[in-house]
Nanobody, 130 residues
Framework: QLQFVESGGGLVEPGGSLRLSCQAS????????VGWFRQAPGKEREAVSC???????INAHSVEGRFTISRDNVKNTVYLQMNSLEPEDTAVYYC????????????????????????WGQGTQVTVSS
């Protein structure tokens, strides 16, 4: 069973950058679409950015041009590079995955709307404040 451990969160000033990492174990990420999600206090969890095992990706409009998801299947790790951070980006960030063995493209969309998210990490706090 796939398991995740996120790291890289912290306190950063507006305009700053952070890079989140999500180390997977228990299975190879080759078979999965992977993604980052976030939940701010008092708000519902929302998708940030998702990446299929064939390179397709979906980003939330709020992070387009600022955040970049990537994956290293050799290291079994998913990354989220976050630039130009804003106070509104403050949240707990989670990584998740959906089985993508069918390679029909559906896993990416099912992961982004969370209906297909099967495995979740415990989250890492990101706080953007001066």
């Amino acid at each position: 069973q796939l398991q995740f451990v996120e790291s890289g969160g912290g306190l950063v000033e507006p305009g700053g950058s952070l890079r989140l990492s999500c180390q997977a174990s228990g299975d190879t990420l080759d078979y999965y679409a992977v993604g980052w999600f976030r939940q701010a206090p008092g708000k519902e969890r929302e998708a940030v950015s998702c990446l299929s095992n064939s390179g397709g990706r979906i980003n939330a409009h709020s992070v387009e041009g600022r955040f970049t998801i990537s994956r290293d299947n050799v290291k079994n790790t998913v990354y989220l590079q976050m630039n130009s951070l804003e106070p509104e980006d403050t949240a707990v960030y989670y990584c998740a995955a959906a089985d993508d063995r069918s390679r029909d493209g559906s896993a990416l969309f099912k992961l982004f709307d969370m209906s297909g998210a099967e495995y979740w990490g415990q989250g890492t706090q990101v706080t953007v404040s001066s």
